[in-house]
């Protein structure tokens, strides 16, 4: 099984729409972190989370929520979909040492 | 923004060895350099990390220069599951607030 793991792996959803991607890691790490990938602009920071009580905002948090419900356990929510936000979503986590990350497979969001 | 800056694409003939700059000019001390890849949209994996001296693991080398301004990562004999886009980041371990960004890294292809 795979140690980070993102759900949903694909989903399409309309304007307006309220959405939660989900990760989850068995890796007994601390931190952990939100990215979004778009085609020819590499991976964007959306949110990162050093510990459960302590969430702050990446590169391009507009439009996005996140909540740490446990050290194992990051959601990322978009409150109201829009066709803008359509990319390539990857959570990672890493050890008390920054730089070295681990990625999850990714989740493939379309909003139409 | 990013740290980093890497050339968009390039080529390699499989069997030899790719070679892959990154600058780095504004490098803290305390930053190390870091490599990942990423194969189609799968989650990017790790390769390797240095600070200074040359680094070599399974998967490849790592050469900074003297002034740590730049630095090479070298695939010794490239192979077509080499194809990938290579990301170098520059991160401070232990730090508490530093944040990990990815620039749009190097389009690595591997030509029979």
């Known amino acids: 099984d795979a140690d980070v793991t993102q759900t949903p792996r694909n989903r399409i959803t309309k304007t307006g729409k309220r959405i939660m991607l989900e990760c989850s890691q068995t890796k007994g790490h601390d931190r952990m972190y939100w990215y979004r990938q778009d085609p020819g602009l590499g991976l964007r920071l959306i949110y990162y989370?050093?510990?459960?009580?302590?969430?702050n905002k990446g590169e391009i948090s507009d439009g996005y929520s996140v909540s740490r419900q446990a050290q194992a356990k990051f959601s990322l929510s978009l409150e109201s979909a829009i066709p803008n936000q359509t990319a390539l979503y990857f959570c990672a986590t890493s050890p008390n040492r920054a730089g070295e990350l681990f990625f999850g497979e990714g989740s493939r969001l379309t909003v139409l | 923004d990013a740290k980093t800056t890497q050339p968009p694409s390039m080529d390699c003939a499989e069997g030899r060895a790719a070679n892959l700059p990154c600058n780095h000019s504004?490098?803290?001390?305390?930053?190390?350099v870091y490599w990942y890849r990423q194969i189609h949209s799968q989650g990017p994996q790790y390769i390797i990390h240095g600070l200074k001296n040359n680094e070599t693991n399974e998967m490849a080398s790592l050469i900074i220069t003297e002034d740590r301004k730049s630095s090479t990562l070298i695939l010794p004999h490239a192979t077509l599951r080499d194809t990938a886009v290579y990301y170098c980041i520059v991160s401070a371990l232990r730090t508490s607030y530093d944040k990990v960004i990815f620039g749009p890294g190097t389009s690595l292809s591997v030509i029979p």
């Open positions: 504004t490098i803290s001390g305390n930053e190390y």
């Open positions: 989370s050093f510990d459960v009580k302590d969430i």
